[in-house]
């Protein structure tokens, strides 16, 4: 990767700013992906650097996330949220507000994750929106991450109207047939028409990849980067890809934690302003793996304390032993990184 080794003398960005229209923006991200040893470790400066540009103070942002529901409509590849074996459940409105409310008093949360499997039912689109509504009057400097898929435009208006101030909407892959090999129940184009209304309707948009899908090749996380930069997101991320069990990727081997890690670095060095998640999918795969993806430029950190226990097994992304970080834990990794953290 051209001048990796001159982090003290360049603009962190400038290799790859320069020749964004070119050749060589292709050559110095794939050179940036396979670096390893002293090279990552450049890169991996790099990154902080501009993380250090975008957010001077140093500051991690800490999200509670409560798993609202695991209906999902999708059935994707590679994730088992779907299994038409897994009982189904959906927190009721009274009990998300309470939930929330527990977070925000007790913990001192002031930033909440809402996800759920992707499910545009209006029945239960209606009673995210009421309970949305709630806390934000109960709680008005609460700040409210959506992340319930692909929806129509009047549903994320109004989920907007509730006092919903983010959403989370991964385009997975930006190359179309990719997506839509791994998501064969959606299409690339209704995906991103979703992110553009998100922007109209006045949302701080966060979108990301999964790094190591199935017949994912370089130009395409080369084309990844590209389009997540362009997209200009409030909030960014990658996560490496792990095959659920029991779905149709299952047996396929995991992506690579390095490469995924180069990734989040380039990421944080085209976006150095955007919030980036250090993902649990890293810790699942490496030991301190959420740790090193906070000295790869990420500076957010998600605890899985929202949802009730009893409900957490039928949640489980990968498999029933989904790996899912504590307080303490994520605390840890963010000060080892020097960083604090701010709810």
Not at 40 to 67: H, K, N, T, Y
Not at 84 to 100: C, G, M
Not at 116 to 136: H, L, P, T
Not at 205 to 210: A, D, K, R
Request: proline letters at 5%.
């Amino acid at each position: 990767m051209q001048n990796i080794q001159e982090t003290q003398t360049i603009d962190p960005r400038a290799i790859f700013t320069q020749a964004r229209a070119g050749d060589l923006f292709e050559d110095s991200v794939k050179a940036a992906l396979r670096a390893r040893g002293a090279a990552q470790e450049a890169l991996f400066e790099m990154a902080r650097a501009a993380r250090l540009e975008g957010f001077p103070d140093r500051r991690a942002e800490i999200r509670s996330v409560v798993e609202i529901s695991n209906i999902c409509k999708q059935r994707c590849n590679y994730c088992n949220i779907g299994c038409e074996d897994t009982k189904k459940y959906v927190i009721p409105t009274d009990d998300l507000v309470q939930i929330a409310s527990f977070l925000y008093r007790e913990r001192g949360r002031r930033v909440l994750l809402l996800q759920s499997g992707e499910n545009k039912d209006k029945r239960f689109v209606s009673g995210v929106i009421r309970a949305c509504a709630q806390i934000k009057d109960r709680m008005p400097d609460i700040q409210l991450i959506g992340c319930i898929g692909n929806l129509s435009y009047e549903q994320y208006r109004e989920m907007r109207e509730a006092g919903v101030d983010r959403y989370l909407l991964k385009i997975e892959a930006s190359r179309p047939s990719l997506y839509e090999a791994v998501k064969p129940n959606d299409t690339w184009s209704e995906r991103r028409q979703c992110l553009d209304d998100l922007a109209e309707l006045g949302f701080m948009i966060g979108s990301g990849v999964i790094v190591g899908l199935p017949g994912q090749t370089e130009d395409d996380l080369v084309a990844d980067l590209r389009f997540l930069t362009d997209l200009n997101p409030h909030m960014v991320s990658a996560s490496v890809f792990i095959p659920g069990h029991n779905t149709n990727y299952e047996g396929m081997p995991s992506g690579d934690v390095e490469t995924t890690l180069n990734f989040m670095a380039l990421l944080r060095i085209m976006n150095p302003t955007a919030l980036m998640p250090t993902t649990s999918s890293l810790e699942k795969l490496k030991p301190d793996g959420q740790f090193l993806g906070i000295m790869a430029g990420a500076n957010t950190v998600t605890i899985h304390d929202g949802t009730p226990q009893e409900l957490q097994h039928l949640f489980p992304i990968y498999d029933d032993k989904r790996y899912r970080p504590n307080d303490d834990h994520l605390r840890a990794a963010v000060e080892r990184a020097g960083l604090w953290l701010q709810s």
